[in-house]
């Protein structure tokens, strides 16, 4: 006689796979830029746009709170996380310290890591080109850490992915800037060059450049107090 439990259990998986598909689009369109920091998420309306219902919108949000990417408010509702000024400082504080230790950690890679990594760099690059600044953003992130992946720290490494999202939300806002985008290419292909020389030292100047290029143009968009598209450039 078949168990009256099989279609609760048959329904657990794909209740688990919506609420994993909403938190993946969700983040999308905040790596996007299409939310932006402070900016409302109507569970409603999610609902509606990815053919949900509120359910799976609803987890999707909590584990995002959890992960520092949504806030949620009494009252009021979840929206996109916004980092206070002091919170920003402290995000490029511990970037700084933790990345600083995890380079000098690197050996010279092998041919073949060194290649993928070169080819994360050609990726960025061509999405640049093509204007594509969610892909440049994904693969902007892909490039890193495959640097920091090189490393035996592991714990420090996942904590530095953690700390990069707290900051996701500002991150597709900078590249609409051409200049920007072009710097930051500039340091890739040096970057890389360093990597290859075992140069562990230049590969730590030239992340401290890059990352205050980046904490640069964040740190103007927070004076400005509002957070918008820009024009892109």
Request: aromatic share 4%; net charge negative; glycine share 6%.
């Amino acid at each position: 006689m078949p168990s009256r439990k099989t279609p609760a259990t048959a329904v657990a998986p794909a209740a688990s796979q919506a609420v994993s598909r909403v938190v993946d689009e969700i983040k999308q369109m905040i790596v996007s830029g299409d939310l932006l920091p402070g900016q409302q998420i109507r569970q409603e309306h999610m609902a509606a746009a990815l053919g949900v219902s509120r359910l799976p919108v609803r987890e999707a949000l909590r584990q995002l709170v959890a992960d520092g990417l949504v806030v949620h408010e009494q009252h009021v509702g979840f929206a996109v996380a916004r980092l206070s000024r002091s919170e920003f400082d402290q995000v490029y504080l511990m970037r700084r310290l933790l990345e600083t230790e995890v380079i000098r950690s690197l050996s010279q890679p092998a041919a073949d890591e060194l290649a993928q990594i070169a080819a994360l760099a050609a990726e960025v690059e061509q999405a640049a080109a093509e204007v594509d600044l969610p892909r440049m953003r994904t693969l902007n992130s892909r490039f890193h850490f495959a640097i920091f992946g090189l490393s035996e720290l592991g714990l420090v490494v996942g904590e530095i992915r953690r700390i990069w999202t707290w900051a996701l939300p500002y991150h597709a806002v900078y590249l609409y800037d051409e200049a920007g985008r072009a710097r930051i290419l500039a340091e890739h292909r040096e970057m890389v060059a360093a990597l290859g020389a075992g140069d562990v030292e230049r590969l730590v100047e030239l992340m401290n450049a890059h990352r205050a290029g980046s904490e640069t143009q964040l740190s103007l968009m927070l004076a400005a107090g509002v957070i918008t598209h820009p024009p892109v450039r």
